[in-house]
């Protein structure tokens, strides 16, 4: 049997090598190289376009459960992230190109797997299909899924941060060091004193931004990335609070706490890049030049790409999908990746693995698979297919959605531990179900 699988990203690939394991003949098609979209820039599948961090690592944190809950799967993206990986303090960081090789040659050399390149403008009806066309899907096949789901789509919009030359930050102005002394010197800190702070920040608030696409307007900035010139609209100080906070750092040169500080994570295995953390924009190219080269460290940087911002689409999932990922009125069609509502790299990889488990299952006319709520795939999904969800929202991994823990535990680090070892406990108990 033949299953469909549109679109090479985290989730594509994930329900690709999901089915291919089980046995079936899948064609994946993707329409790299022919077309990228405009924030695609490699011809690699599964590529990182906003950050090179995957969130953190811990167990014990929602973003490390999801991760390890992942890795039972034998999740080729947890495969290709522990081989690729970067020093970034508690977090996983990967060498994104790296990243996107390994998942590329998993995926090609798979001899269940076809790749078929090029654009598709239908979905055939008929036949077993995992839809993971991302959030940028446009043209025909947006309005053919349009058809399909016989609803209205829902936007946001969504920004990536520059990167910059290792060799050109100044560091006579920055040191390497992590909050807390978590994960050794995995950062460059770019502290700035109060004057050289409100300096940026004027600036920054009245910086020239890039007009935004016909098909862009009228779309609403999604909070867990929102661009750093939105950010500082709210505040002179809203920045010190978010990706400019200076708590647990000390700056070596006064030995005290800078007023602000800027982390750069490092981009790439070789540490000839860094990202800058939190630094999604939609300023113009010249004026981020001029902008953020008001940041000591950084008034000589070379940029090797300049932040972007773009329209992201999803699906009102709740109204449409079922646990399993498959449509309410059509269940062999299944949905995945940013294109469902879930929001981030390993929360969009994690859906194509369920849609991919669950296509199989379909076809071998069994029931789907649907995660214990209390493990963080199912709490995800259960949100994205919460009927009772009004004003649906992308969500990424936290201990929000999961159920609490019966009797309360007070401390938070106690709790995170034992919601994490309830979910790791079930997979323990249910390991052969989830890799049959």
Request: charged content about 25%; glycine content about 8%; proline content about 5%.
């Amino acid at each position: 049997m033949t299953v469909n699988v549109i679109g090479a990203g985290l989730a594509g690939c994930e329900a690709a090598m999901q089915l291919a394991r089980r046995g079936f003949s899948v064609r994946l098609y993707e329409q790299k190289p022919l077309r990228r979209s405009p924030a695609h820039h490699s011809n690699l599948f599964a590529e990182l376009v906003c950050s090179n961090s995957l969130k953190a690592e811990r167990v014990e944190s929602a973003a490390g459960l999801l991760k390890e809950e992942m890795r039972r799967f034998g999740s080729v993206c947890m495969q290709a992230a522990d081989i690729s990986r970067v020093a970034a303090g508690g977090a996983l960081a990967v060498d994104r190109e790296q990243f996107s090789r390994i998942i590329t040659e998993a995926v090609r050399n798979s001899d269940n797997i076809t790749v078929i390149g090029g654009e598709i403008g239908h979905i055939n009806r008929d036949e077993t299909t995992v839809v993971c066309t991302g959030p940028l899907t446009d043209g025909q096949l947006l309005s053919d899924i349009g058809r399909l789901c016989g609803t209205e789509f829902c936007s946001f919009f969504d920004a990536a941060a520059p990167i910059v030359s290792a060799d050109s930050i100044d560091m006579e102005h920055a040191f390497f060091a992590s909050r807390y002394e978590r994960g050794g010197d995995d950062y460059i800190n770019c502290p700035m004193n109060k004057a050289e702070y409100e300096a940026f920040y004027d600036a920054l608030v009245t910086a020239e931004r890039a007009p935004m696409h016909q098909f862009e307007q009228g779309g609403r900035v999604y909070e867990g990335c929102m661009p750093i010139e939105v950010m500082a609209t709210r505040g002179a100080d809203t920045m010190r609070f978010g990706p400019l906070k200076p708590v647990g750092l000390r700056d070596p040169r006064t030995g005290h706490r800078p007023w602000a500080n800027v982390q750069l994570r490092r981009e790439n295995a070789s540490g000839t890049m860094y990202n800058l953390v939190g630094f999604q924009t939609n300023l113009k190219f010249g004026e981020q030049k001029r902008v953020f080269g008001m940041i000591p460290a950084l008034r000589n940087a070379e940029f090797y790409r300049y932040g972007v911002m773009h329209r992201n689409t999803f699906i009102n999932s709740p109204r449409l999908l079922e646990p399993s990922l498959c449509l309410k009125n059509k269940q062999n069609i299944f949905f995945a990746g940013q294109l469902t509502g879930v929001e981030g790299y390993m929360e969009s990889a994690a859906s194509g693995i369920i849609a991919g488990v669950n296509a199989a299952r379909f076809l071998n006319r069994r029931a789907p698979l649907i995660m214990p709520e209390f493990t963080m795939m199912g709490a995800l999904i259960g949100y994205i297919t919460d009927v009772s969800v009004r004003d649906f929202q992308p969500m990424g991994a936290n201990f929000g959605v999961l159920p609490p823990i019966e009797p309360h535990i007070r401390d938070k680090k106690e709790r995170y531990a034992a919601l994490s070892r309830r979910s790791l406990e079930w997979f323990d108990q249910n390991a052969e179900g989830v890799n049959e």
